[in-house]
């Protein structure tokens, strides 16, 4: 019988449990995402309260595309020993921990017009209604080289692994994606173009750092909307990147705050649940390939997760918010209290000043 609280494998990762800590916009680096001692100690407070996988807060690959403030960069190697100080933090309370790294594209609002923002082409965001700069190839091969220099930095900071986000309309989203995707090229039209820039990528990287070094992908599971990524096309990237090598996936959404109003909808031929928002798509998912999955998105009781666990073959489970307001949550867990978490999922932990729970801290 599987438990919450064995030691499982991730690749060549070794992990203390199935908890997993989704990566988390912490707005706490510097002004060019270096960082801070606040956030050194949110990684501390993290891993002393036993959670088995850190996935930090998305880091942006190139120095001019800041998709928010207050975010880590990865884009050059000044980062390299600051980061070798947080992952030897991690490691004392033997937590595992990846780098997630983006480009966030048109999913911004911030410093527009001081600066170029690629996009696949000409289409509007639909939240933010930002506009993009069609890539050339040039722009391509200058993206992918970052994020495959941003896995070596990650490799030699002392990272267990990588996460490349894939997912929330960033720009491998809006590749991958038919609505924001119209280009003519080798990286539009079909399903397989489309999916050329991520696995350009993927290859980039897995060259940089060798074939033991855990790569993972963000992906959506559905875009949502009428012309936007379907669950279908996903269950086929999903197999393709088993295919080529990535050591697993984490299935999320692309709804920002909404998937509480939205719990009984039913999308692509699944509901998006109370607990566990996502989990039905990764439930799919998880029975087509032979890779982990990890599944995210509004869990708060351990009893659920537990059931989730043994009636599916997902084998992750990612937690977000619930952290902001209790680092030490799974620890409790751990530990025989297992009521239900704190977090009321409010949203209001996204601040000025940082994203922290306004509510119970």
Same mark, same amino acid.
């Given at each position: 019988?599987?438990?919450?609280?064995?030691?499982?494998?991730?690749?060549?990762?070794?992990?203390?449990?199935?908890?997993?800590?989704?990566?988390? %916009?912490?707005?706490?680096?510097?002004?060019? #995402?270096?960082?801070?001692? !606040?956030?050194?100690?949110?990684?501390?407070?993290?891993?002393?309260?036993?959670? #088995?996988?850190?996935?930090?807060?998305?880091?942006?690959?190139?120095?001019?595309?800041?998709?928010?403030?207050?975010?880590?960069?990865?884009?050059?190697?000044?980062?390299?020993?600051?980061?070798?100080?947080?992952?030897?933090?991690?490691?004392?309370?033997?937590?595992? =921990?990846?780098?997630?790294?983006?480009?966030?594209?048109? !999913?911004?609002?911030?410093?527009?017009?001081?600066?170029?923002?690629?996009?696949?082409?000409?289409?509007?965001?639909?939240?933010?209604?930002?506009?993009?700069?069609?890539?050339?190839?040039?722009?391509?091969?200058?993206?992918?080289?970052?994020?495959?220099?941003?896995?070596?930095?990650?490799?030699?900071?002392?990272?267990?692994?990588?996460?490349?986000?894939?997912?929330?309309?960033?720009?491998?989203?809006?590749?991958?994606?038919?609505?924001?995707?119209?280009?003519?090229?080798?990286?539009?039209?079909?399903?397989?173009?489309?999916?050329?820039?991520? !696995?350009?990528?993927?290859?980039?990287?897995?060259?940089?750092?060798?074939?033991?070094?855990?790569?993972?992908?963000?992906?959506?599971?559905?875009?949502?909307?009428?012309?936007?990524?379907?669950?279908?096309?996903?269950?086929? =990237?999903?197999?393709?990147?088993?295919?080529?090598? +990535?050591?697993?996936?984490?299935?999320?959404?692309?709804?920002? #705050?909404?998937?509480?109003?939205?719990?009984?909808?039913?999308?692509?031929?699944?509901?998006?649940?109370?607990?566990?928002?996502?989990?039905?798509?990764?439930?799919?998912?998880?029975?087509?390939?032979?890779?982990?999955? =990890?599944?995210?998105?509004?869990?708060?009781?351990?009893?659920?997760?537990?059931?989730?666990?043994?009636?599916?073959?997902?084998?992750?489970?990612? +937690?977000?918010?619930?952290?902001?307001?209790?680092?030490?949550? =799974?620890?409790? %867990?751990?530990? #025989?209290?297992?009521?239900?978490?704190?977090?009321?999922?409010?949203?209001?932990?996204?601040?000025?000043?940082?994203?922290?729970?306004?509510?119970?801290?």
């Amino acid at each position: 019988m599987k438990t919450l609280f064995e030691e499982t494998k991730l690749g060549t990762i070794t992990i203390k449990n199935r908890f997993v800590r989704s990566a988390t %916009w912490e707005n706490m680096t510097t002004e060019d #995402g270096h960082i801070t001692n !606040k956030l050194y100690k949110t990684y501390e407070d993290l891993a002393k309260g036993e959670v #088995g996988l850190i996935i930090t807060g998305y880091a942006n690959v190139v120095k001019e595309e800041q998709p928010n403030p207050g975010m880590m960069g990865i884009y050059n190697d000044s980062f390299v020993e600051e980061y070798r100080k947080l992952t030897d933090v991690v490691h004392k309370y033997a937590s595992t =921990i990846v780098l997630q790294v983006a480009y966030g594209g048109t !999913k911004t609002t911030y410093n527009l017009g001081e600066r170029v923002i690629f996009a696949p082409s000409e289409v509007r965001e639909r939240a933010t209604n930002t506009l993009g700069k069609e890539m050339t190839k040039e722009d391509i091969n200058y993206i992918v080289n970052a994020f495959a220099e941003s896995a070596r930095r990650a490799k030699e900071s002392g990272f267990d692994g990588i996460e490349i986000h894939g997912a929330h309309t960033y720009l491998i989203n809006q590749f991958l994606s038919p609505y924001y995707n119209k280009r003519t090229d080798e990286y539009g039209g079909s399903l397989e173009n489309r999916m050329r820039f991520l !696995k350009e990528i993927y290859l980039a990287m897995r060259e940089k750092v060798g074939e033991d070094y855990p790569i993972l992908v963000k992906l959506t599971a559905t875009e949502f909307f009428e012309g936007g990524q379907t669950f279908e096309e996903t269950k086929l =990237i999903c197999k393709a990147m088993e295919k080529i090598g +990535i050591d697993g996936i984490e299935l999320s959404g692309n709804v920002h #705050g909404k998937a509480k109003k939205m719990v009984g909808e039913e999308f692509d031929g699944h509901k998006i649940e109370a607990e566990g928002y996502f989990y039905q798509y990764g439930k799919e998912v998880s029975e087509l390939i032979n890779i982990p999955v =990890i599944t995210v998105g509004g869990f708060s009781n351990i009893e659920k997760i537990d059931k989730i666990l043994q009636n599916t073959n997902i084998q992750y489970f990612a +937690i977000s918010r619930p952290l902001l307001a209790e680092p030490n949550l =799974i620890k409790r %867990w751990k530990d #025989g209290d297992t009521s239900k978490a704190k977090c009321i999922r409010c949203s209001k932990c996204r601040t000025n000043t940082g994203n922290y729970c306004t509510v119970f801290k």
